[in-house]
Protein backbone atom coordinates (compact mmCIF):
# COMPACT_ATOMS: atom_id res chain seq x y z
CA UNK A 1 0.00 0.00 0.00
CA UNK A 2 1.17 3.21 -0.90
CA UNK A 3 0.76 5.73 2.64
CA UNK A 4 0.98 8.92 0.11
CA UNK A 5 -2.08 7.55 -1.92
CA UNK A 6 -5.33 9.16 -1.64
CA UNK A 7 -8.42 7.13 -2.39
CA UNK A 8 -11.83 8.23 -2.73
CA UNK A 9 -15.16 6.10 -3.52
CA UNK A 10 -17.87 8.21 -5.49
CA UNK A 11 -20.88 6.94 -5.33
CA UNK A 12 -23.40 7.69 -8.40
CA UNK A 13 -20.58 7.99 -10.30
CA UNK A 14 -21.71 7.68 -13.78
CA UNK A 15 -23.14 10.68 -14.64
CA UNK A 16 -24.17 14.13 -13.17
CA UNK A 17 -22.57 15.69 -9.74
CA UNK A 18 -20.63 12.41 -9.62
CA UNK A 19 -18.76 12.25 -12.82
CA UNK A 20 -18.44 15.82 -12.57
CA UNK A 21 -16.34 15.42 -9.14
CA UNK A 22 -14.50 12.20 -10.16
CA UNK A 23 -13.21 13.98 -12.77
CA UNK A 24 -12.25 17.08 -10.09
CA UNK A 25 -10.57 14.64 -7.79
CA UNK A 26 -8.63 12.83 -10.19
CA UNK A 27 -7.12 15.99 -11.45
CA UNK A 28 -5.78 16.66 -8.02
CA UNK A 29 -4.06 13.16 -7.97
CA UNK A 30 -6.73 11.28 -6.23
CA UNK A 31 -7.09 7.27 -6.74
CA UNK A 32 -11.09 6.64 -7.81
CA UNK A 33 -13.30 3.92 -6.77
CA UNK A 34 -16.07 4.58 -9.21
CA UNK A 35 -19.91 3.05 -7.89
CA UNK A 36 -23.19 3.34 -9.75
CA UNK A 37 -25.87 1.25 -11.14
CA UNK A 38 -24.33 0.31 -14.41
CA UNK A 39 -21.03 -0.52 -15.26
CA UNK A 40 -20.82 1.55 -19.04
CA UNK A 41 -21.18 5.19 -17.82
CA UNK A 42 -18.56 4.30 -14.85
CA UNK A 43 -16.13 3.48 -17.59
CA UNK A 44 -17.07 6.56 -19.29
CA UNK A 45 -16.24 8.47 -16.00
CA UNK A 46 -12.86 6.64 -15.99
CA UNK A 47 -12.05 7.80 -19.37
CA UNK A 48 -13.35 10.93 -18.79
CA UNK A 49 -11.02 11.57 -15.86
CA UNK A 50 -7.83 10.13 -17.25
CA UNK A 51 -7.97 7.11 -14.92
CA UNK A 52 -7.98 3.92 -16.56
CA UNK A 53 -6.69 2.18 -13.41
CA UNK A 54 -9.86 3.40 -11.46
CA UNK A 55 -11.62 0.56 -9.38
CA UNK A 56 -14.95 0.66 -11.47
CA UNK A 57 -18.06 -1.27 -9.07
CA UNK A 58 -21.43 -1.80 -10.38
CA UNK A 59 -23.19 -1.11 -6.93
CA UNK A 60 -27.04 -0.69 -5.68
CA UNK A 61 -26.35 1.33 -2.77
CA UNK A 62 -29.79 0.17 -1.56
CA UNK A 63 -28.38 -2.93 -1.26
CA UNK A 64 -26.26 -4.55 1.89
CA UNK A 65 -24.61 -6.57 0.24
CA UNK A 66 -23.18 -4.91 -2.85
CA UNK A 67 -22.72 -2.21 -0.97
CA UNK A 68 -20.61 -4.34 1.46
CA UNK A 69 -18.95 -5.79 -1.83
CA UNK A 70 -18.21 -2.49 -2.79
CA UNK A 71 -15.98 -1.59 0.43
CA UNK A 72 -14.52 -4.79 0.63
CA UNK A 73 -12.99 -4.58 -3.37
CA UNK A 74 -11.93 -0.42 -2.21
CA UNK A 75 -9.92 -2.68 1.22
CA UNK A 76 -8.73 -5.82 -1.59
CA UNK A 77 -7.22 -2.64 -4.28
CA UNK A 78 -6.08 0.17 -1.82
CA UNK A 79 -5.91 -0.91 1.25
CA UNK A 80 -7.37 2.25 2.71
CA UNK A 81 -10.14 4.61 2.32
CA UNK A 82 -9.46 8.78 2.52
CA UNK A 83 -12.92 10.05 0.91
CA UNK A 84 -16.48 8.91 0.70
CA UNK A 85 -18.40 11.00 -1.41
CA UNK A 86 -22.09 9.73 -0.58
CA UNK A 87 -23.86 11.33 -3.36
CA UNK A 88 -26.10 8.48 -5.32
CA UNK A 89 -29.69 9.94 -4.90
CA UNK A 90 -33.11 10.39 -7.21
CA UNK A 91 -36.42 12.48 -7.16
CA UNK A 92 -38.56 10.32 -7.20
CA UNK A 93 -42.13 11.19 -8.77
CA UNK A 94 -43.00 15.01 -8.72
CA UNK A 95 -46.91 13.99 -8.33
CA UNK A 96 -49.05 15.65 -6.15
CA UNK A 97 -48.65 14.54 -2.03
CA UNK A 98 -51.87 12.60 -2.11
CA UNK A 99 -50.86 10.85 -5.02
CA UNK A 100 -47.52 9.90 -4.23
CA UNK A 101 -47.79 5.84 -3.73
CA UNK A 102 -46.29 4.35 -1.13
CA UNK A 103 -43.51 2.19 -2.98
CA UNK A 104 -42.65 5.78 -4.62
CA UNK A 105 -41.81 6.74 -1.56
CA UNK A 106 -40.22 3.95 -0.40
CA UNK A 107 -37.55 3.87 -3.39
CA UNK A 108 -36.58 7.69 -2.99
CA UNK A 109 -36.28 6.86 1.08
CA UNK A 110 -34.25 3.84 -0.32
CA UNK A 111 -32.20 5.45 -2.40
CA UNK A 112 -31.37 8.69 -0.64
CA UNK A 113 -31.51 7.62 2.91
CA UNK A 114 -30.86 4.11 3.46
CA UNK A 115 -28.30 3.95 0.73
CA UNK A 116 -26.49 6.88 2.33
CA UNK A 117 -26.33 5.24 5.63
CA UNK A 118 -25.30 1.79 4.30
CA UNK A 119 -22.55 3.48 2.28
CA UNK A 120 -21.64 5.85 5.08
CA UNK A 121 -21.23 2.51 7.66
CA UNK A 122 -19.01 0.47 5.73
CA UNK A 123 -16.71 3.60 4.91
CA UNK A 124 -16.49 4.86 8.68
CA UNK A 125 -15.90 0.74 9.84
CA UNK A 126 -13.11 1.00 6.57
CA UNK A 127 -11.74 4.15 8.47
CA UNK A 128 -11.99 3.23 11.63
CA UNK A 129 -10.01 -0.23 11.13
CA UNK A 130 -7.17 1.22 8.82
CA UNK A 131 -3.86 2.57 10.06
CA UNK A 132 -3.12 5.49 9.88
CA UNK A 133 -6.86 5.91 11.16
CA UNK A 134 -9.36 8.26 9.93
CA UNK A 135 -10.93 9.83 6.90
CA UNK A 136 -13.97 12.12 5.26
CA UNK A 137 -17.45 11.80 4.43
CA UNK A 138 -19.06 14.27 2.27
CA UNK A 139 -22.87 13.69 1.90
CA UNK A 140 -24.78 15.29 -0.79
CA UNK A 141 -27.47 17.09 0.73
CA UNK A 142 -29.70 19.51 -1.25
CA UNK A 143 -31.26 23.04 -1.39
CA UNK A 144 -33.79 20.81 -0.49
CA UNK A 145 -32.46 20.51 3.19
CA UNK A 146 -33.73 24.18 3.62
CA UNK A 147 -37.05 24.91 1.77
CA UNK A 148 -39.14 22.45 -0.21
CA UNK A 149 -39.67 22.13 -3.84
CA UNK A 150 -43.50 21.52 -4.68
CA UNK A 151 -44.79 17.89 -5.03
CA UNK A 152 -41.14 16.60 -3.72
CA UNK A 153 -42.12 15.13 -0.10
CA UNK A 154 -40.26 11.82 -0.35
CA UNK A 155 -37.45 13.86 -1.67
CA UNK A 156 -37.17 17.00 0.82
CA UNK A 157 -37.90 14.54 3.93
CA UNK A 158 -35.08 12.26 2.95
CA UNK A 159 -32.26 15.06 2.41
CA UNK A 160 -33.67 16.68 5.45
CA UNK A 161 -32.94 13.56 7.36
CA UNK A 162 -29.49 13.48 5.68
CA UNK A 163 -28.85 16.39 7.97
CA UNK A 164 -29.16 14.10 10.73
CA UNK A 165 -27.11 11.40 9.30
CA UNK A 166 -24.36 13.92 8.71
CA UNK A 167 -24.39 15.35 12.21
CA UNK A 168 -24.47 11.88 13.86
CA UNK A 169 -21.48 10.82 11.28
CA UNK A 170 -19.81 13.53 12.70
CA UNK A 171 -20.48 13.35 16.40
CA UNK A 172 -19.69 9.40 16.17
CA UNK A 173 -16.60 9.91 14.16
CA UNK A 174 -15.00 11.77 16.31
CA UNK A 175 -12.60 9.44 18.51
CA UNK A 176 -11.75 7.37 14.97
CA UNK A 177 -10.46 10.94 13.09
CA UNK A 178 -13.40 10.44 10.48
CA UNK A 179 -14.50 13.65 9.58
CA UNK A 180 -18.37 14.34 8.12
CA UNK A 181 -19.72 17.55 6.06
CA UNK A 182 -22.74 18.10 3.92
CA UNK A 183 -22.36 19.68 0.74
CA UNK A 184 -26.44 21.38 -0.45
CA UNK A 185 -26.84 21.91 -4.14
CA UNK A 186 -29.03 23.96 -5.76
CA UNK A 187 -29.47 24.38 -9.35
CA UNK A 188 -26.60 22.64 -10.96
CA UNK A 189 -26.66 21.65 -14.86
CA UNK A 190 -26.85 18.29 -14.84
CA UNK A 191 -29.18 15.80 -16.86
CA UNK A 192 -31.63 15.29 -13.62
CA UNK A 193 -32.15 19.14 -13.52
CA UNK A 194 -32.81 19.53 -17.14
CA UNK A 195 -36.16 20.54 -16.54
CA UNK A 196 -34.94 23.70 -14.14
CA UNK A 197 -34.01 25.36 -17.88
CA UNK A 198 -37.19 25.25 -19.38
CA UNK A 199 -39.70 25.52 -16.92
CA UNK A 200 -40.40 24.34 -13.29
CA UNK A 201 -42.88 24.59 -10.98
CA UNK A 202 -42.86 27.45 -8.59
CA UNK A 203 -44.38 27.72 -5.10
CA UNK A 204 -47.29 30.00 -6.61
CA UNK A 205 -48.05 27.82 -8.88
CA UNK A 206 -46.12 29.01 -11.99
CA UNK A 207 -43.71 27.62 -14.10
CA UNK A 208 -39.90 29.12 -14.38
CA UNK A 209 -36.57 29.06 -16.05
CA UNK A 210 -34.52 29.00 -13.24
CA UNK A 211 -30.49 30.02 -13.46
CA UNK A 212 -28.42 26.87 -12.97
CA UNK A 213 -24.29 26.79 -12.31
CA UNK A 214 -21.73 24.22 -13.94
CA UNK A 215 -21.73 20.95 -12.16
CA UNK A 216 -17.45 21.67 -12.62
CA UNK A 217 -18.11 24.64 -9.65
CA UNK A 218 -19.77 21.80 -7.47
CA UNK A 219 -16.84 19.27 -7.86
CA UNK A 220 -14.15 22.49 -6.79
CA UNK A 221 -16.04 22.86 -3.82
CA UNK A 222 -16.23 18.91 -2.73
CA UNK A 223 -12.95 18.65 -3.30
CA UNK A 224 -12.09 22.07 -1.34
CA UNK A 225 -13.86 20.06 1.54
CA UNK A 226 -12.19 16.80 0.70
CA UNK A 227 -8.61 18.45 1.00
CA UNK A 228 -9.00 19.81 3.96
CA UNK A 229 -6.82 18.17 6.59
CA UNK A 230 -8.35 15.70 9.39
CA UNK A 231 -8.25 18.76 11.75
CA UNK A 232 -10.02 20.62 10.36
CA UNK A 233 -13.86 20.31 8.61
CA UNK A 234 -16.54 22.32 6.84
CA UNK A 235 -19.54 20.46 8.72
CA UNK A 236 -22.55 22.61 6.58
CA UNK A 237 -22.13 24.15 2.89
CA UNK A 238 -24.52 25.42 0.32
CA UNK A 239 -23.21 26.32 -3.26
CA UNK A 240 -26.49 27.26 -5.57
CA UNK A 241 -26.90 28.81 -8.81
CA UNK A 242 -26.41 32.81 -7.83
CA UNK A 243 -30.08 33.62 -8.87
CA UNK A 244 -31.86 30.87 -8.42
CA UNK A 245 -35.02 31.55 -6.03
CA UNK A 246 -33.82 30.58 -3.00
CA UNK A 247 -32.91 33.61 -0.74
CA UNK A 248 -35.40 36.07 -0.24
CA UNK A 249 -38.66 36.05 -2.75
CA UNK A 250 -36.63 35.07 -6.13
Known amino acids: MNTDQRVAVVTGAGSGIGRAVALALAS ?3 SLALAGRRAEPLAETAAAAGAPDALCVTTDVTDEDEVGALFAAVRERFG ?5 FNNAGTFGPGVPLEDLAAADWRAVVDVNLTGAFLCAQAAYRLMKEQDPQGGRIINN ?5 HAPRPNSVAYTATKH ?4 LTKSLSLDGRPYR ?3 GQIDIGNAATEM ?14 LAV ?12 VVHMAELPLEANIPFLTVMATNMPYVGRG
Open 28 to 30: TGW
Open 80 to 84: RLDLL
Open 141 to 145: GSISA
Open 161 to 164: AITG
Open 178 to 180: IAC
Open 193 to 206: TERMQTGILQANGE
Open 210 to 221: EPVMAAADVART
